[in-house]
Nanobody, 115 residues
Framework: QVQVVESGGGLVQPGGSLRLSCATSGFIFSNYAMSWYRQAPGKERELVAGILSVGGSTTYADSVKGRFTISRDDAKNTVYLQMNSLKPEDTAVYYC????????WGQGTQVTVSS
């Protein structure tokens, strides 16, 4: 049974940091590209960051470059998103996605940036 479970969201003040985790099971994690998406109220879901399965090459949305860092631990079947210098516009539900021939999504974790 495939499981993709995000955690680490919460309420943080502008300028603060959060680290999201996405723990997976039920598939060969090291074979899958992993990515983080987010969806704010009234907006479409957008790609935030991605990391390949081989070589670990990463990609970021322009809006988060220099502030967010995606990483993966294949031994723990987990992908992370370190988010620094958070802004109110980063407020959204953050989703983890595993991609290869098919895709698996998590249920999301809420991130709220507000004073």
């Amino acid at each position: 049974q495939v499981q993709v479970v995000e955690s680490g969201g919460g309420l943080v003040q502008p300028g603060g940091s959060l680290r999201l985790s996405c723990a997976t099971s039920g598939f060969i994690f090291s074979n899958y590209a992993m990515s983080w998406y987010r969806q704010a109220p009234g907006k479409e879901r957008e790609l935030v960051a991605g990391i390949l399965s081989v070589g670990g090459s990463t990609t970021y949305a322009d809006s988060v470059k220099g502030r967010f860092t995606i990483s993966r631990d294949d031994a723990k079947n987990t992908v992370y998103l370190q988010m620094n210098s958070l802004k109110p516009e980063d407020t959204a539900v953050y989703y983890c996605k595993a991609s290869r021939v098919r895709a698996y999504w998590g249920q999301g974790t809420q991130v709220t940036v507000s004073s």
